[in-house]
């Protein structure tokens, strides 16, 4: 029987030594994702902060009317949403009226019936306005969003 408790005696041992091991190397690379986890982190935060905050929001006085294909039109109105950086005086609108006339004349009344066919026309726009937005000596547009107040089709 000497023998059987001396190997029952050594499989405990063993087993001990490789728990510890796999016990170490979990606390290794738990902390070393955990540190990779923080370090992502700091990053995205300072990423946040770079983003524009919100400013005023300058409105339309009234809707315009913009002549589509094929004898229909587009009722439309909207705000800019203005960055905080652009100061609490509004900005003379009507060269966005402008940009928004050029933009969706003549186009077809099915490409804007779908949500991706707005959505573009509307990114494009809004990438028009911001172009035409920048202050004097800025390299940041004024302008950080549109968006629509009215829009009908007929």
Not at 42 to 52: F, N, Q, T, V
Not at 111 to 120: A, I, N, P
């Amino acid at each position: 029987m000497s023998k059987d408790e001396d190997a029952s005696a050594e499989k405990p041992k063993k087993s001990k030594k490789m728990l510890m091991i796999i016990v170490i190397a979990l606390v290794v690379l738990g902390g070393g994702g955990a540190g990779a986890f923080f370090m992502l982190k700091g990053d995205s935060a300072e990423a946040k902060e770079a983003e524009p905050v919100k400013g005023a929001v300058v409105a339309m006085d009234n809707a315009i009317t913009i002549n589509l294909a094929d004898a229909h039109y587009l009722k439309l109105g909207f705000t800019l949403q203005l960055t905080e950086a652009a100061g609490e005086e509004a900005p003379d609108i009507a060269e966005a009226i402008d940009l928004a006339i050029d933009q969706y004349t003549g186009m077809e009344v099915a490409e804007l019936e779908t949500e991706k066919g707005r959505e573009s026309a509307k990114k494009e726009l809004l990438e028009k306005i911001e172009k035409a937005y920048v202050p004097d000596g800025e390299k940041e547009p004024a302008v950080m969003d549109i968006y629509f107040t009215q829009f009908v089709t007929q």
